[in-house]
Every structure is written in structure tokens, then in C-alpha cells.
């Protein structure tokens, strides 16, 4: 099979238009490919008057596909295969069922590998399933009455779960071509195999996650939900079992020799009691910030030009970097085209905000977090969970910045800049769902963080025109973009309990959807290796 890139077509060019265009730029008749597929889709929008697509596709020809190579640059054409995931051989001889503690992303991924391996694992998720759990949310979101155990964070699917469901990652490895053939087999659009910048969508990303979980249990897994790990026990080095509370709040032992900690970048409780028990752990850095919302419409002009209205286009997205002579300099981060703000609280008198769209991106306002990397060194001590202490320490002074009842703290970009508090909204509407109060979001965030918020707006307006636009909504603080503690693993993935594998982004090993589910896929290998027998 070949790989051919950078195909260059008109916008709105349909499949037989693109093969034709491949058959051309190999220079072998149309009628020689006997297979074709897309494998990305990018838009270029270099020149606004005219703006093209670009495609990279994989084709089988009737004939020598190594000839056709050898004439181009490798980063034109190339050989490759057809990629397939194959399941590990299943070593492991243990009489006890793995449990797996979330059932996010890793904790999905690592329930789906390990339950299709016949091991049937044992999902312990604190929160509730993604239909109860979205009427928590949306309840939360009405009447500020927050669950803490059910709500953005917590619950079936992650917090992925009420996001903009984006699966873009930075990481290279084969196993995120699975993940995104995985979702797609269990719902997931089918443009996410070839777009550059795949998402699901919050609305679409529910039933996915659902489908999954059906299939770990048709396989002989189990998912509890509204079961809280609150211990674990260990002799001579090595997990014995683990204990936790169950829907009535009635505690549960379990006996087991295996748990992969999928716990998430929120589930700090669990962090504290690891900590406790004496597992290894590190500072991590992790970024904090405001979300910025735009009129959509603004986003699509300065990106589209006059094609701004073309649907074949739809919403625009932008990732912008800063990176200042002197100083730390801002990014942003899980930009959501035609979103909304959310309120994602998981504790209690603390303010949380984060971004979702659904899957049509139709909504009036473009939403990004803009955030500034934190280094342990801004840290107050080097106790191993003095990150966490700083991240409460910016929800707790939001919550009360807002008034109270989980209202957000906002700001209008002009005023922000002039360093002078809102009074008003202007004429974008903020879109949080537990409102917001306007003022100085200063009053919420280290000052070198707000320093760096400033310059990082001023010079992507410069890229991005009309990025500083005065009336645009600054919402604080996003400040769980990651995790601000790495849990130590060794080279089998386990940490310093063995038997124990600390996962995916709340452990410090990923940092988004795709990056975690990855994660989740490696630490589930290691298992059915089951290296213990070698130790």
C-alpha cells in the first residue's frame, strides 16, 4: 500500500475528485488503484481568496507499488501497511480479577483490553453513568446544588465526557490510530480516522462512551458506579486488595493482586490517601488561566475570509502560542468552536471552568482557554501535593470572587487589559450555565499568571485579528487543564506498591483524551504480560 501526501484540491472537492487528483500526482491510470481511503483532511486557509484542502490517502495499486515509490521523496510517497491492533497474548495467571479505578479514558481503554483478553476486570467509578450523570451536571448547573462524586469530572466517559470531546494528541505511538478506530466502532462520527482536527462532540461522546461499556460487560466485565476507592491494602511490597464505599455509603472489601489507577486529574481525595499509605509521588507543572469567548463569527472572518459562511467549512478553531524574549508566555488550550463555558466543580465552595461543544459546533461564541504554564518552583513547599493546595487555593478565591453559588468571576478583555474591573457585560453574552459576575479576574490568579494572559492576547491579536477585541469574556480560572502531581511508576508501569499501575492523566502520564485511552491501552498490556511472575 502506498501513502500519498499532500494532495491539493479545490474546497467541496468529493472522493472520486480526490483519487482522481491521487492517481495524478503518482502518475498511474485512475483504473491502477483498487483501493483508496482518506487518512487526513486539513484545511489550508493560507490565502483567504483561496482556500483549498489538502489530503493525505492511502492506495493499493494493480502493479508495482514499490517502483511508484522509489520516484517520489519519502515525504511524498511511501510505502506502509494497513494497520491492524493485535491483542497481547494473555500470560497472566492470577486467580483474581484486575480492578480498574475510573472509568475515563485509560479506565475504559484498559477495561476494553483487558476484558476482550478474558479477564473480566472490575470497574470501581465514583461517579454515576452518563445518563444519570448528565442530569446531575445539568441539574448542578440549575439549582447550584453540586454532587460531588457525579458532576463534569467524575462520572462515566471522564471529564472528556462534557467537553468539546477533541482527540487531537501530540504524542506519536501506533495505539492512537486504535483509539480512534475503537471510538469510531462504538459510535464516534466517522470523520475523527481522517480529520486533522477530530472531535466528537459532548452530545455524540455520550452514547460512545455507553456502547463501550456495554461491550466490557458483554465480555464478563463489571462497571460499579458510585463506588469511591478510599484504601488499598499491600504485605511485603505487593497489593493485597482495596476497600471502597458503595452507592449507600456502605464500605466494601475487595480482594485483588492488580489495580490500574485511572483516577483522572480531579480525584484528589485518592491522591491524599496514596500519599497517606506511602506511595512515591512527585510535583508536576501544570498550567492555569481564564477562558476567552468570541462571537464564532469573529473566529470564521479572521481565519476564512470571505469563504467565513461556507458550510462546508464549518465552525473555525485556532491554536495560538506566546513565547516572549523574557518571560513564560501563554497558549491556548481545547479551543471549542460555537461552544459554551461550563461551571466543572467536583468540590465543594470552589469554582472550576472548562469548555464544550457538541459535535455541530453550532453555538454563537467560540471558546478557548488561554493558560500559562506553573512550574513547582511557584510552589509553596516541595510537599508533593503543594500543587493541589495551589489549585484550591485559585478555585476557592473564584468562588468567592463570584459571589457565592458556583457564579463564575468574568472580565471583559479591554477592561482587562487597562487593568481596571468590569462592570457590565458588552456585546459578547457570557455563556457559563451558573452565570457569571463581572469584575477583575486579577483578584483570582497569581499576578505573573495575568502578567503573561495579557501579553499572550495582545500578540495573538496580531496573528489572529481581532482576538483583543475589547468586548470579549474572560471567565476564571481554568486550573485542571492537568495534573499537578506525577505518581512514580517503574518500567513495568507499577508504582512503589507492586501490582499497582498508576494511569493516565491523574497519575501524570497523559494529557488529553487520546494521550490517556493510550495509556490506558499500555498499562492494560502490561498486565496480560504480567511481569510480576518475573520479579
Not at 71 to 100: D, G, M, T
Not at 357 to 373: M, P, T, Y
Amino acid at each position: 500500500m502506498l501513502r500519498i501526501n499532500e494532495i491539493h484540491t479545490p474546497l467541496g472537492a468529493g472522493g472520486e475528485e480526490i483519487k482522481t487528483a491521487a492517481a495524478r500526482q503518482i502518475g498511474v491510470p485512475l483504473k491502477d488503484i483498487t483501493h483508496f481511503e482518506i487518512v487526513r483532511e486539513s484545511v489550508d486557509s493560507r490565502q483567504k481568496n483561496s482556500i483549498r484542502m489538502i489530503y493525505s490517502v492511502n492506495v493499493e495499486l494493480d502493479g508495482d507499488e514499490e517502483s511508484v515509490a522509489a520516484r517520489f521523496p519519502q515525504n511524498k510517497v511511501s510505502l506502509c501497511e494497513r494497520y491492524a491492533y493485535a491483542l497481547p497474548e494473555n500470560r497472566r495467571r492470577s486467580k483474581f480479577r484486575p480492578v480498574i479505578v475510573g472509568f475515563g479514558p485509560a479506565g475504559m481503554f484498559a477495561a476494553l483490553i483487558l476484558a476482550r483478553s478474558g479477564l473480566s476486570p472490575i470497574v470501581l467509578e465514583r461517579g454515576n453513568d452518563v445518563d444519570t450523570r448528565t442530569a446531575d451536571v445539568y441539574g448542578f448547573w440549575k439549582t447550584r446544588v453540586l454532587n460531588t462524586s457525579s458532576n463534569v469530572q467524575f462520572g462515566e466517559g471522564g471529564a472528556g465526557t462534557f467537553s468539546d470531546g477533541k482527540l487531537t494528541t501530540g504524542i506519536k505511538d501506533s495505539r492512537c490510530r486504535f483509539v480512534l478506530n475503537t471510538f469510531h466502532e462504538f459510535g464516534a462520527p466517522e470523520q475523527i480516522l481522517w480529520s486533522s482536527h477530530p472531535h466528537i462532540g459532548t452530545d455524540k461522546l455520550k452514547g460512545v462512551v455507553k456502547n463501550l461499556r456495554q461491550e466490557v460487560i458483554r465480555l464478563g466485565g463489571e462497571v460499579r458506579f458510585g463506588c469511591t476507592l478510599t484504601d488499598f491494602y499491600e504485605a511485603n511490597g505487593y497489593v493485597q486488595g482495596v476497600s471502597y464505599t458503595d452507592p449507600t455509603g456502605a464500605t466494601v472489601d475487595l480482594e485483588t493482586d492488580c489495580v490500574l489507577l485511572c483516577i483522572g486529574h480531579s480525584a484528589r481525595d485518592t491522591v491524599e490517601m496514596l500519599y497517606r499509605r506511602g506511595v512515591k509521588m512527585e510535583q508536576k507543572a501544570f498550567s492555569v488561566g481564564v477562558r476567552i469567548e468570541h462571537p464564532q463569527k469573529l473566529i470564521n472572518k479572521a481565519l476564512y475570509g470571505k469563504w467565513a459562511n461556507d458550510p462546508r467549512l464549518g465552525a473555525a478553531n485556532y491554536k495560538l502560542a506566546n513565547h516572549p524574549p523574557h518571560g513564560r508566555g501563554g497558549y491556548t488550550f481545547c479551543m471549542c468552536p460555537g461552544g459554551t463555558v461550563v461551571c466543572a466543580s467536583s468540590e465543594e465552595n470552589r469554582v472550576v471552568v472548562n469548555g464544550m461543544s457538541e459535535f455541530a459546533r453550532d453555538g454563537e461564541n467560540a471558546n478557548s482557554a488561554i493558560l500559562v504554564g506553573i512550574e513547582p518552583d511557584w510552589f509553596s513547599d516541595d510537599h508533593p501535593l503543594s500543587g493541589i493546595a495551589l489549585q484550591r487555593q485559585i478555585e476557592s478565591a473564584a468562588f468567592l470572587a463570584g459571589g457565592g453559588g458556583y457564579t463564575a468571576p468574568a472580565q471583559l478583555v479591554g477592561d482587562f487589559l487597562k487593568r481596571v474591573p468590569s462592570q457590565k457585560q458588552g456585546g459578547v453574552t457570557p455563556t457559563c450555565p451558573t452565570g457569571v459576575k463581572f469584575g477583575d479576574v486579577r483578584q483570582v490568579l497569581p499576578e505573573t499568571v495575568t502578567d503573561n494572559i495579557a501579553l499572550a492576547i495582545t500578540a495573538f491579536d496580531k496573528k489572529l485579528p481581532g482576538f483583543a477585541l475589547p468586548d470579549a469574556v474572560l471567565t476564571a480560572p481554568e486550573s485542571r487543564s492537568s495534573s499537578p502531581v506525577r505518581i512514580l511508576r517503574d518500567e513495568f508501569r507499577q508504582c512503589s506498591v507492586k501490582g499497582v499501575y498508576p494511569c493516565g492523566e491523574g497519575a501524570g502520564y497523559a494529557g488529553g483524551i487520546v494521550s490517556a485511552a493510550v495509556d490506558g491501552v499500555k498499562c492494560a498490556e502490561t498486565v496480560l504480560a504480567d511481569e510480576l511472575d518475573d520479579l
